[in-house]
């Protein structure tokens, strides 16, 4: 099985397929986004200042972001991972060439999920996660909604709407991700290493054309 980049503007489906990949075949989730709202709720200094860019949309700095995955690449010891939310721009991508060059890391697969402004923003405001395990949930899309209203269907955490998604700081994000991230979708071409998949509502969908890109068995 191979490891996995995935690379996607806001609610494409990241979280849900990093978990399918958890729950069947054992992968490693390595989520930038979760550890920074594990530092907010932590009060860190770090959380104080994360804080503040991703209420806006904004991007936190490379050099923070690129020190907490290397800290995570080196635990995870041979075993199948997700990088969902990293690389993000240019500089992290080839940060991460250069991390696992010398962590001796090859069967890596790049996938960009290609989903487009008004489907992303549909599904943003629709979007629910839970506060205890960050499963995320969503209201416009029957497929994916929980089963009780509110709570988690995993650990019946209480679900809420996350406070970087609204309207707002969803355009500025997508803007982020077209301006920093597509770039980065061009670098992983040049290289080779990328497969493009086309959204689809239905989550078990999407879950087969990744098991089949990553030869999961
Ligand atoms: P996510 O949970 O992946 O949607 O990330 C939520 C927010 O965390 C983003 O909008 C950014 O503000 C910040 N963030 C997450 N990952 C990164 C990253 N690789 N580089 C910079 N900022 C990040």
Request: glycine residues 6%; charged residues 25%; aromatic residues 6%.
């Amino acid at each position: 099985m191979k490891s996995v980049i995935f690379i996607a503007p806001p609610a494409a489906g990241k979280g849900t397929q990093s978990s399918i990949l958890m729950e069947n075949y054992g992968y490693t989730h390595i989520s930038t986004g979760d550890m920074l709202r594990e530092e907010i709720s932590n009060n860190t200094s770090l959380g104080v200042k994360a804080n503040e860019i991703m209420a806006k949309g904004g991007l936190v700095d490379d050099e923070i972001i690129i020190g907490m995955v290397e800290n995570k690449l080196n635990s995870v010891k041979g075993k199948p991972f997700i990088l969902d939310g990293f690389p993000r721009t240019l500089n992290q991508a080839k940060a991460l060439d250069s991390l696992l060059a010398k962590l001796n890391i090859e069967d890596i697969k790049v996938i960009y999920i290609d989903l487009d402004l008004e489907t992303a923003l549909k599904r943003t405001l629709g979007r629910v996660t839970c506060t205890k395990c960050g499963a995320s949930f969503n209201l416009n899309n029957p497929d994916c909604m929980p089963k009780v209203k509110g709570i988690c269907d995993n650990c019946q955490g209480e679900l809420v709407v996350r406070e970087d998604d609204n309207e707002e700081s969803f355009r500025n994000r997508f803007e982020t991700f077209i301006n920093n991230t597509k770039p980065i979708v061009d670098y992983y071409k040049e290289h080779n290493n990328l497969a493009i998949i086309e959204p689809n509502n239905d989550k078990m969908v999407v879950a087969t054309m990744i098991k089949d890109i990553l030869n999961c068995e």
